[in-house]
């Protein structure tokens, strides 16, 4: 069969060449440390785009799914792209990111536990953790669970990751969105026009491009939830703390100014306000927003500054309805943001 010819140009310039009809698929790898595999989940649930990943990628490890094993990795070529899901929470996930940061020519904090520490970095509230499984009586023939580290740690404490995507877990279309940037090659980019609504300027051009955004780029926004959440602030005050099951919030007003400890306020955009639109207080699970040193401190400051009184006694009454301040406002991000541990050195 001859080769196809190159397409006339009406316009008289010179003609563009053929469009090759051979699709060169990259290595890509998917990997979850400690976690809970829902970031791996939502890759499948990105529905008919799948057929647009099966075509660019060829998944050569992806332990959860195909049954890969580290042996598989060490004989398959380099990486182009490995998506690292999960906190560092045992010496083999240690090691895992090492070998994969070392493997793969682009590494991906994928989720919220891979990029701040997650839920199981609150267990760096308690240190002391692993006491009780190494008192547990075992039988000698049993496979040992690896050693915990003392202190959980995010993806980027232990290796340089090039891009973070957060969200617990990622969001469909960003999720999209970074796999058009990395490996299907603008497939399609009106599939992905309200990621890329969202996303910071350079990141958007770039997705829209389908060439690779600027290195360390976070698939997400800028502002703060409140920027994209469509309640109303009337700039009200709350008398008492409420929860979720307590109250029928009113669908129209601000979650926080109704007593629900929402941290829009101090969470970076980017998932559409998904969860405040359903009448959900933000769990905080895209980070901080840029402009956010700690987001438990600005929690702090919100809510304090919500109170409606100035009375001494009264504001400790209400304070003392707060369950878990530390467990609330760095639910997702206590290993890195916050701030009285970022300097710590005890990592390992």
């Given at each position: 069969?001859?080769?196809?010819?190159?397409?006339?140009n009406?316009a008289?310039?010179?003609?563009?060449?053929?469009?090759?009809?051979?699709?060169?698929?990259?290595?890509?790898?998917?990997?979850?440390?400690?976690g809970?595999?829902a970031?791996?989940?939502?890759?499948?649930?990105?529905?008919?785009?799948?057929?647009?990943?099966?075509r660019?990628?060829?998944f050569?490890?992806?332990?959860?799914?195909?049954?890969?094993?580290?042996?598989?990795?060490?004989?398959?070529?380099?990486?182009?792209?490995c998506?690292?899901a999960?906190?560092?929470?045992?010496?083999?996930?240690?090691?895992?990111?090492?070998?994969?940061r070392q493997?793969?020519?682009?590494?991906?904090?994928?989720?919220?536990?891979?990029?701040?520490?997650g839920?199981p970095?609150?267990?760096?509230?308690?240190?002391?953790?692993?006491?009780?499984?190494?008192?547990?009586?075992?039988?000698?023939?049993c496979?040992?669970?690896?050693?915990?580290?003392s202190?959980?740690?995010?993806?980027?404490?232990?290796?340089?990751?090039?891009?973070?995507?957060?969200?617990?877990?990622?969001?469909?279309?960003?999720?999209?969105?970074?796999?058009?940037?990395?490996?299907?090659?603008?497939?399609?980019?009106?599939?992905?026009?309200?990621a890329?609504?969202?996303?910071?300027?350079?990141?958007?051009?770039?997705?829209?491009?389908?060439?690779l955004?600027?290195?360390?780029?976070?698939?997400?926004?800028?502002k703060?939830v409140?920027?994209?959440?469509a309640r109303?602030?009337?700039?009200?005050?709350?008398?008492?703390?409420k929860?979720?099951?307590?109250?029928?919030?009113?669908?129209?007003?601000?979650l926080?100014?109704?007593?629900?400890?929402?941290?829009?306020?101090?969470t970076?955009?980017g998932?559409?306000?998904?969860?405040?639109?359903?009448g959900?207080?933000?769990?905080?699970?895209?980070?901080k927003?840029?402009?956010?040193?700690?987001?438990?401190?600005?929690?702090?400051?919100?809510?304090?500054?919500?109170?409606?009184?100035?009375?001494?006694?009264?504001m400790?009454?209400?304070?003392?309805e707060?369950?878990?301040?530390?467990?609330?406002?760095?639910?997702?991000?206590m290993?890195a943001?916050c701030?009285?541990?970022?300097?710590?050195?005890e990592?390992?």
């Amino acid at each position: 069969m001859p080769p196809p010819k190159a397409a006339a140009n009406p316009a008289g310039g010179p003609t563009a060449p053929p469009r090759s009809l051979k699709v060169t698929r990259k290595n890509v790898a998917v990997f979850t440390a400690t976690g809970c595999k829902a970031c791996e989940n939502a890759i499948l649930d990105i529905h008919y785009q799948v057929s647009s990943l099966a075509r660019w990628a060829h998944f050569t490890f992806w332990p959860y799914v195909l049954g890969s094993s580290w042996e598989d990795l060490e004989k398959s070529d380099e990486l182009d792209v490995c998506f690292f899901a999960g906190a560092i929470r045992t010496a083999s996930d240690e090691e895992a990111a090492l070998k994969l940061r070392q493997k793969s020519k682009i590494l991906v904090a994928f989720g919220a536990c891979a990029a701040f520490g997650g839920m199981p970095g609150l267990s760096n509230l308690h240190p002391g953790g692993e006491s009780a499984l190494c008192k547990s009586p075992s039988d000698d023939d049993c496979p040992e669970l690896p050693p915990l580290r003392s202190r959980v740690a995010a993806l980027q404490q232990i290796v340089q990751a090039d891009y973070i995507l957060p969200g617990c877990s990622p969001p469909q279309n960003y999720i999209w969105a970074i796999l058009q940037s990395l490996v299907c090659q603008s497939e399609s980019a009106a599939r992905i026009s309200f990621a890329a609504s969202r996303l910071p300027q350079p990141i958007a051009q770039a997705v829209m491009a389908g060439v690779l955004p600027p290195g360390g780029s976070i698939f997400a926004g800028e502002k703060a939830v409140c920027a994209s959440c469509a309640r109303i602030k009337e700039e009200k005050r709350f008398e008492s703390f409420k929860r979720i099951h307590q109250i029928d919030p009113d669908p129209g007003r601000c979650l926080l100014e109704q007593g629900l400890l929402c941290q829009g306020i101090a969470t970076r955009e980017g998932c559409g306000g998904l969860c405040t639109g359903a009448g959900v207080p933000c769990r905080g699970c895209f980070g901080k927003a840029g402009a956010v040193f700690d987001p438990g401190a600005k929690m702090v400051s919100a809510v304090s500054s919500t109170f409606d009184t100035t009375d001494g006694e009264e504001m400790k009454k209400i304070a003392e309805e707060f369950v878990d301040l530390a467990g609330t406002f760095y639910r997702y991000t206590m290993p890195a943001q916050c701030a009285l541990l970022q300097n710590r050195k005890e990592l390992k």
